[in-house]
C-alpha cells in the first residue's frame, strides 16, 4: 500500500510566476487535504475536497491560489503570480471519510520564492 | 473556535526514557478528535496515535500513549523507552466537527524533543 505522494519536492521560483503541485492520495482514500506550513509553526489548512467536490477553502486560499481534483483522484494546487510571502511547506494529506477520520499526509512541495 | 496549545518549544530526553509532551486545547463542540504527529527533519507529518472525545480509555500505539484529561482540556503524549530516532518535532492536532463540513485539522506550535544519547 503506497502513501500519498506529492510532485515536485522542492520548487524554486521568481516572483510573479505561476507554480503547480500535484498530489496522489492513498488509493482508497475519498478525502483529500491541502495545507501550508511556514517556518516554525504548525501546518495551516487550506481546502479540502471529497471525491471531486470542493466543499472547503479557507480564507487564506486568496484568488491566487486554486486546487481542482477531477476526478475524484489526484489533485492540484496551483499558485498564480507567485509573492515572496508565498514561501512555505505545501502538505497534502488524505483520510477516510468515516471512522477516525485519520488524515495521513505526503512528503510535502517546499517552494521558494526568489 | 478551535485553538491547539503547546507549551514547550523544546524538550530534551535521555535515550531510554519516558518524556511527556503536554497539548491543550479549547473547543466549544462536545464531539471531537485529537491526534498527535511526528515531523522528521525530512518534512513529512506522521501520524502517531487518535483519541476520540468519547473515548474513556487513554488511547496507546506501542511505545505512544495519550494522556487524555477532558475535563482540563489536555491530551498529553507520552513516548516511553525514547530511542534516538524519536528526536522530531511533534505536533498536537484537533479535529473539527464534521457535520459542521470542519473536517480539517487545527495544529499547535509543535515541541521539538530531542533524545540525548
Known sequence: DTGVSQDPRHKITKRGQNVTFRCDPISEHNRLYWYRQTLGQGPE???YFQNEAQLE????????????????????????????????????????????ETQYFGPGTRLLVL | AQKITQ?????????????????????????????WYKQPSSGEMIFLIYQGS???????????????????????LVISASQLGDSAMYFCAMRGVPQTGANNLFFGTGTRLTVIP
Not at chain 1, 496551483?78 to 468515516?98: H, P
Not at chain 2, 507549551?7 to 491526534?35: H, I, W
Not at chain 2, 487513554?58 to 498529553?76: D, M, P, V
Open chain 1, 45 to 47: 489548512f487550506l481546502t
Open chain 1, 57 to 100: 477553502k479557507s480564507r487564506l486560499l486568496s484568488d491566487r491560489f486554486s486546487a481542482e481534483r477531477p476526478k475524484g483522484s489526484f489533485s492540484t494546487l496551483e499558485i498564480q503570480r507567485t509573492e515572496q510571502g508565498d514561501s512555505a511547506m505545501y502538505l497534502c494529506a488524505s483520510s477516510l471519510s468515516w471512522g477516525q
Open chain 2, 7 to 35: 507549551t514547550q518549544p523544546g524538550m530534551f530526553v535521555q535515550e531510554k526514557e519516558a518524556v511527556t509532551l503536554d497539548c491543550t486545547y479549547d473547543t466549544s463542540d462536545q464531539s471531537y478528535g485529537l491526534f
Open chain 2, 54 to 76: 468519547y473515548d474513556e480509555q487513554n488511547a496507546t500505539e506501542g511505545r505512544y500513549s495519550l494522556n487524555f484529561q477532558k475535563a482540563r482540556k489536555s491530551a498529553n
